[in-house]
């Protein structure tokens, strides 16, 4: 068996997972294409994937739901893909966990780069010493990549944790949109405000109380104050 990268390829239209597989053969990774959400999950368990590219409309069901259901196990980047660029849905995608959202028509090669992109985050992360920052209520535990708010265990997806982790680590500097989109997600996301807005408000949710610390200078950036 291969030991190159597995990334989840799901979509119902062949001639897309063929063009999604072939680039990412070429750059290194192992693609397992699947048609359905059923067929995905079955997939997954067979041979859990180090990332997932998933199709937003599918035979039996849709991306969110699979996403969701994926992140029950896994905090493997999941970047999911749509023909709607409509706002409401990109939200829906990210609280249910996904780290990315591609419209159709797209570039191969843009999508494996931002594969690319959120598995360096996601390894960023694993490597993070063992410190344990608190504050408000927070705990933080860099190593384990366990968030705790009241004692109580949060589920961040890896972006939303990359995120608190660039803000915890400029402790009390003013952070401009920009310099976090290119911490978090990298160079090519500069000015995609919008990406960075979903994933704050996220980002904020699952904080609860917490996310006071979390200081908003309207039209600049974040600061965290805690």
């Known amino acids: 068996m291969s030991d190159r990268p ?6 119902d239209e062949p001639q897309i997972v063929r063009a999604v597989q072939v680039v990412l053969r070429n750059n290194g990774f192992d693609a397992v294409p699947a048609g359905s959400l059923q067929e995905a999950l079955d997939q997954a368990a067979l041979r859990p994937p180090a990332g997932a590219i998933i199709d937003l409309l599918l035979p039996d069901g849709d991306g969110i739901e699979l996403c969701g259901r994926l992140r029950e196990w896994t905090n493997a980047p999941i970047i999911l893909l749509s023909a709607v ?15 990315d959202y591609v419209v159709k028509p797209f570039a191969p090669r843009e999508l494996v780069a931002r594969m690319r992109a959120a598995l360096r985050r996601t390894a960023t992360q694993d490597s ?25 265990l949060v589920h961040l997806t890896p972006t939303e944790f990359g995120l608190l982790r660039t803000l915890l680590g400029h402790r009390g500097r003013l952070l401009t949109h920009d310099h976090l989109l290119v911490e978090v997600w990298g ?4 000015g995609e405000t919008g990406v960075l807005r979903s994933h704050m408000a996220n980002l904020r949710r699952k904080l609860g109380p917490a996310a006071q ?9 974040y600061r965290f104050v805690g």
């Open 6 to 11: 597995v990334i989840l390829v799901v979509d």
């Open 187 to 190: 160079p090519s996301y500069a």
């Open 128 to 152: 993070a010493g063992s410190a344990i920052v608190r504050a408000e209520g927070l705990e933080v535990d860099l190593g384990e990549r366990q968030v705790r708010v009241g004692g109580e």
């Open 213 to 221: 610390a979390i200081e908003t200078e309207m039209g600049v950036g």
């Open 85 to 99: 660029g409509d706002e409401d849905e990109k939200v829906r995608a990210l609280e249910a966990g996904a780290d």
